[in-house]
């Protein structure tokens, strides 16, 4: 038995979602600048994390929402989703109320951050998401749990895992996570074969 868990940004989606709603709201410049310094290594990710939803707090959650449900996903990997609905999860950072319709749209259970809503803006953080827990949670069910990711904030779930795919299609995987994983995949359809072979 078999669980692949998916990062959203920039693995099962073939852009990163965060550039699209700093563009649409025109605070490029202050996620950029933040952006730098925590793939620097400069700031933790939980405390990026952090400081980005204070950045993004006042924007309207039904307006990210809406924009994000736009966004692109893989073809072969949501038909890869589609095909084994039950077996594949999201596992992604992003805030529950920004992601809620592309998550929808992708078809597979989602675990997300959460935050509590006010007026139409994220009001409280209440749980950062930590990606390993839905991993081990899996793994203590009896399941072989394969990682597919690419970012910094995906290598505690990748180390947890039983298998671990870092996934280059939108763009190169952190040196962090290339250093622990199984395979390196490039290719969309590449990538789908072997989670096939994987079942």
């Not at 709603?21 to 410049?29: D, L, N, T, V």
């Not at 039983?162 to 969309?188: F, M, Q, R």
Request: glycine fraction near 6%; charge should be negative.
């Amino acid at each position: 038995m078999v669980k692949f868990i998916f990062d959203l940004d920039g693995t099962v989606t073939s852009v990163e979602t965060l550039p699209i709603i700093a563009k649409h709201y025109g605070i490029e410049k202050h996620i950029e600048s933040l952006t730098m310094k925590t793939v620097s290594g400069n700031i933790p990710f939980i405390e990026s994390f952090i400081n980005r939803v204070h950045l993004m707090a006042t924007l309207p959650v039904d307006g990210i929402n809406d924009l994000l449900e736009e966004t692109t996903v893989y073809p072969h990997i949501q038909n890869f989703i589609n095909e084994h609905k039950n077996d594949c999860i999201i596992a992604t950072g992003n805030l529950d109320c920004w992601v809620e319709k592309l998550c929808r749209k992708v078809g597979c259970k989602a675990f997300t951050s959460k935050a509590i809503v006010k007026d139409n803006e994220v009001f409280k953080l209440t749980n950062i998401l930590r990606k390993e827990t839905i991993v081990r949670e899996y793994q203590n069910q009896g399941y072989t749990v394969v990682v597919i990711g690419e970012g910094n904030n995906d290598l505690e779930a990748m180390r947890a895992a039983d298998i671990s795919i870092a996934s280059g299609l939108t763009h190169k995987p952190a040196n962090s996570v290339l250093g622990i994983v199984d395979y390196v995949i490039y290719e969309e359809e590449a990538l789908c074969r072997q989670l096939n072979q994987l079942l």
